[in-house]
């Protein structure tokens, strides 16, 4: 049983990084809350003046706002549907016998370790220039026209190099999961004449569901703040079509130097993120236990 | 024990994995080659894959032009200092909780998770703001301190899940034989957490080094580690590809190499031990 010296030891060897975490959650949180409800802009010092909740009803009137929610939605969406659809019948061949199986590995989950702003530019210039690029030299190999990704389909040239970026992710925690997998029960399944799709239907996907969900979470967290990948690539443009909530917050912030809206906009997005880690906190909470 | 393997499903999935594995790997592979052309050559359609004129000039001209250098020494001291210092405050609070658990641990831990899930937009204007009224901004330190706090709950997170492995009979037997507190910290607790401890490392080793909201908002210059450098490319003049995939490869080639290394740690770090 813990002394109450251990226990005096343990509470203080807890609260430097408590202490740390409440002021990093607290203070910036409470100075957002206090900046929205001020008109307040670095263009013109001075001038502050406390206006209620008029940033919020800006903000939320604003049609970038909706225009972003919008984008933000649909970048989200395509990529972790991307990411899952793709991502299962790759985990699912790489958890075959297959020669230099960790060769491969390492080649598929390379993506992930590479920097957004690698990543974007390379995407952007190297592959997706409508004159230069490899695609555009591909598309005309096989007779097609090239396509001007960035002017003509923005938003799912974000979605493809954000999906290339989370692909590995995904299939590499569904792999893991594969792999443990009790291989018995498939033999068995297997001997009792059940087919490939059914033993996959009945077996392997409920084994698959608790690390896609646990995918979906952690993904959705992450792919909510994409940010650099618009930074170097489209601005958030041509006009508003790639601008997402975390970009029209900080075009607010460091290009409008609009403090008080992008406050109330920074808001949202924590009430938006905390929807999610509601049940983020809930799935993991209940791994806790065991 | 091992499914019946034909020959002809080996072959099969072989080829599969091999082509797909290469499909997703292959950007990554063109910017390497890229780097290694002159700018004539990488802009060239239709381009060449193999035979044109190798070069290394491209990284020459990356560092005299642009001072490579400092910028991957930004990158080292703000990914290596935040990654240092999280462990140095994480350590002592996962220990006390994996081995002195309380009614409370539970919610303290899922507590500091939620601070991870709180999205950096939300209080970028008072950090842009406290940062520019404390001159940190483009400040090494702003970032290390910024970076450090960012990951912590993970790192807290991804301690606390290898320390409660450690079996506690162990513990029980050193304090039996009258071990105290510090010595079973010295030779019984950090031999096995050694491993728990470096993978922890790694794993937020490389997420500093990649991180590119901050990065990109808080340091312009003198402290812009190479995300933000390479972002500088988003608005070059003439012809830049080649210079652009030199500095890239040299920017991701030692993370690539650590990444390998953790892949493993990689899924349970980043799902908080939800899968393993």
Known sequence: MATRQTQFLARSLLTPAVGLLFIWMIVPLALTLYFSTLHYSLLDPGSESFVGLENFRYFLTDPAFLASLQNTLVLVGSVLGLTILLGIPLALLLDQPVIGRNFVRLMVIAPFFVMPTVSALVWKNLLMHPVSGLFAWLAKVVGLTPVDWFNDVPLFSVILIVAWQWLPFATLILLTALQSLDEEQKEAAEMDGASAVSTFIYITLPHLARPITVVILIETIFLLTVFAEIFVTTGGGPGLQTTNIAFLIYSQALIQFDVGSASAGGLVAVVIANIVAFFLVRIVGRNLEA | ?276
Not at chain 2, 119 to 143: A, C, E, M, N
Not at chain 2, 167 to 173: F, M
Not at chain 2, 211 to 227: I, R
């Open chain 2, 1 to 276: 024990m091992a499914r019946k393997s034909t020959t002809q499903r080996v072959v099969v999935s072989t080829i599969g994995a091999w082509f797909f594995g290469f499909l997703i790997f292959f950007p990554i592979l063109w910017m390497v080659l890229a780097s290694f052309k002159t700018e004539l050559e990488a802009f060239a359609i239709p381009p060449s894959f193999l035979f044109f004129h190798w070069t290394t000039e491209n990284y020459a001209t990356v560092q005299e032009r642009s001072d490579y250098l400092l910028h991957a020494m930004n990158s080292i001291i703000i990914a290596g200092g935040s990654t240092l210092i999280a462990l140095l405050i994480a350590i002592p609070a996962a220990w006390s909780m994996a081995f002195s658990p309380t009614k409370r641990t539970k919610d303290i831990l899922l507590w500091m998770l939620s601070t991870k899930m709180m999205p950096p937009v939300g209080v970028l204007v008072p950090i842009y703001l406290i940062y520019k009224t404390f001159g940190l901004l483009d400040s090494r330190i702003g970032l290390v301190f910024i970076l450090c706090l960012g990951n912590l709950p993970i790192v807290i997170w991804m301690l606390f899940t290898y320390f409660k492995e450690i079996p506690r009979d162990i513990l029980e037997a050193a304090r039996m034989d009258g071990a105290t507190i510090g010595r079973e910290l010295v030779y019984v607790l950090t031999p096995m957490a050694i491993p728990g401890l470096a993978s922890t490392l790694l794993l937020n080793l490389i997420l500093a080094w990649n991180e590119a909201f901050w990065t990109l908002n808080l340091s312009t210059s003198n402290a812009a580690p190479l995300t933000t450098f390479i972002a500088s490319y988003s608005s070059p003049e003439g012809l830049f590809w080649a210079k652009l995939s030199a500095a890239s490869t040299l920017a991701i080639a030692p993370i690539l190499v650590l990444g390998w290394f953790s892949q493993k740690q990689l899924v349970r770090g980043l799902t908080f031990g939800a899968v393993k």
